[in-house]
């Protein structure tokens, strides 16, 4: 059973910066693509960022957010981490941990979501 944990939300300050975590197994963390989506409320969940399998560290963020964000992997932690800075309120969604086989930025490429971590940005 695959498991992520996302953890880090809350509020935050437009301008200001947040850091969103997500912790799976060794066998999930090693063996798949691990990512982030996200969910504005009243709108498609939409592709953020992800990153491939702990050997090779290839990163693709959303082309709109890849100025503001960074994705990167621990692998003593098993966890991948999303920073994210010069927040925007439009940036207020449910983020949810994805991971899959593919390294892709479609939804349908990722077998395995977290729950979601509510993010919400204040102007």
Known sequence: QVQLVESGGGLAQ?????????????????????????????????FVGAISSRYTGVTRIADSMKYRLSISRDVTKNTVTLQMNSLKPEDTAVYYCVAGSRLGREQHEYEYWGQGTQVTVSS
Do not use: I, V
């Open 14 to 46: 437009a301008g200001g910066s947040l850091r969103l975590s997500c912790t799976a197994s060794e066998h999930t963390f090693s063996n798949y693509n691990m990512g982030w989506f996200r969910q504005a409320p009243g709108k498609e969940r939409e």
